[in-house]
């Protein structure tokens, strides 16, 4: 069975730091794309961060552009995002996903092959 398990999340304050980390089993993802979604209260899921195969190309949302760094470990089936200068705006529960694919340049919820359950990231001001 395959599961994606994050943690990390929790409650800082603003300008602080978290890293989630995304646990995957079941199988192997070193050939899927990987990346975060996040849900704020009352919104729509939208796309965070994401990062191909290898870890050589990643991608952000504008809003966390040069914030927010992901990455993997292929050999621990693991994706990371530190998350520095956290800003109240970006409280939600964050979502890893993996997409059956290299390439990450088009990461869309609706082509997301696997999800994990989430982890709430709490900013306060």
């Known amino acids: 069975q395959v599961q994606m398990v994050e943690s990390g999340g929790g409650l800082v304050q603003a300008g602080g730091s978290l890293r989630l980390s995304c646990a995957a089993s079941?199988?192997?993802?070193?050939?899927?794309?990987r990346g975060w979604f996040r849900q704020a209260p009352g919104k729509e899921r939208e796309f965070v961060a994401a990062?191909?195969?290898?870890?050589?190309?990643?991608y952000y949302a504008d809003s966390v552009k040069g914030r927010f760094t992901v990455s993997r470990d292929n050999a621990k089936n693991t994706v990371y995002l530190q998350m520095n200068s956290l800003k109240p705006e970006d409280t939600a529960v964050y979502y890893c996903?993996?997409?059956?694919?290299?390439?990450?340049?088009?990461?869309?919820?609706?082509?997301?092959?696997?999800w994990g359950k989430g982890t709430l990231v709490t900013v306060s001001s």
């Open positions: 990062v191909n195969w290898s870890g050589g190309s990643t």
């Open positions: 996903a993996a997409k059956s694919a290299y390439s990450a340049s088009e990461f869309k919820a609706n082509d997301m092959t696997y």
């Open positions: 079941g199988r192997t993802f070193s050939n899927y794309a």
